[in-house]
C-alpha cells in the first residue's frame, strides 16, 4: 500500500472520529472482488470475509446500545429497531454520509456500472470496515465508532411506529388471519455477479400477494413485503 493510498484511509477515519495503528485490515475492507479479480499481481484479498464478521459485530454493537438506551421498550420492539438500523438501506445511506464509495477499489466494469453508488457494495464495505476497526482496535472503541456513525438511524427507528421492517409488520398482520407463515420465493434474477437485480414474491397458502425488486435478495423481500402491505390497507 503507497503512501498516499494509507493518507486516504487516514482522512476516512478520522472524520469518523477514530485512528487505528494499521490500514491493512482498512485497505481490505474496501477492496471489492472485482478488484482483486481484475489486478491479481496486486495479491490483495477482498472484502468479503470481513463482511460476513462485521455483520455479526454490528448486530452485537447495536443491540448492547439498544439494551442500554432504550431501557423502556420490550425485546420484541428492540429486535424491530435493530433490523431497521441494519438493513441494506440503512447501512447505504449511513456510508453515504461519510462518502464511503469514495475509497472503494472497484473493478472496471463494477465502476462503469455505479457500483460507487450502489446500495449493496456500500452496505457490504461498511460491514466490513467494522471489522477491521473492531479487529484493529476494541470492542469499546468499535462500539464508540460505530454509536457516531449509526446515532441519528437508531434515533429515527426508535421514533419510528413500523420500524422500516416490512417483513416483520406483513408477517405479524397475516399471522393474525392465517396459521401458515409469509414465504418468499426468488423469481428473477438478471446482471451479471458485480451488478445483478433480483425479483422476489411474496406468498402465503400458495397465494401470490406481491413482487418486490432489488439489488439484493434482501432488499427485494423488503420492497415485495411493504407492496403486499400497501396492497392490504
Not at 459485530?57 to 446500545?65: G, T
Not at 484493529?136 to 472503541?141: A, C, K, L
Not at 449509526?150 to 427507528?157: C, H
Amino acid at each position: 500500500m503507497n503512501q498516499n493510498r494509507r493518507l486516504e484511509l487516514k482522512r476516512l477515519l478520522e472524520q469518523c472520529g477514530i485512528s487505528v495503528p494499521k490500514y491493512k485490515l482498512i485497505n481490505q475492507a474496501l477492496t471489492h472482488p472485482t478488484f482483486v479479480f481484475e489486478h491479481p499481481k496486486d495479491k490483495l484479498t477482498h472484502n468479503q470475509r470481513l463482511e460476513f464478521l462485521g455483520d455479526a459485530v454490528l448486530d452485537v454493537v447495536i443491540a448492547q446500545y439498544l439494551y442500554h438506551n432504550y431501557p423502556d421498550k420490550p425485546e420484541g420492539e428492540l429486535t424491530k429497531i435493530r433490523a431497521a438500523v441494519v438493513c441494506e438501506a440503512a447501512l447505504a445511506r449511513v456510508a453515504s454520509k461519510i462518502n464511503l464509495g469514495d475509497y472503494l477499489l472497484l473493478g472496471r466494469g463494477e465502476e462503469m456500472t455505479g457500483g460507487r453508488t450502489r446500495p449493496s457494495v456500500l452496505a457490504d464495505a461498511l460491514e466490513a470496515l467494522i471489522a477491521a476497526v473492531y479487529l484493529n482496535t476494541d470492542i469499546e472503541q468499535t462500539f464508540l465508532f460505530t454509536e457516531r456513525l449509526f446515532g441519528e438511524e437508531i434515533s429515527a427507528a426508535a421514533a419510528s411506529e413500523d420500524y422500516g421492517d416490512f417483513k416483520t409488520i406483513l408477517q405479524e398482520r397475516i399471522q393474525k388471519t392465517f396459521t401458515e407463515n409469509v414465504r418468499y420465493e426468488m423469481l428473477e434474477e438478471h446482471g451479471p455477479d458485480h451488478n445483478k437485480s433480483f425479483i422476489v414474491g411474496v406468498t402465503v397458502s400458495g397465494k401470490l400477494l406481491a413482487k418486490g425488486k432489488g439489488k439484493s435478495k434482501k432488499e427485494a423481500e423488503q420492497n415485495a413485503a411493504k407492496k403486499a402491505l400497501e396492497e392490504m390497507d
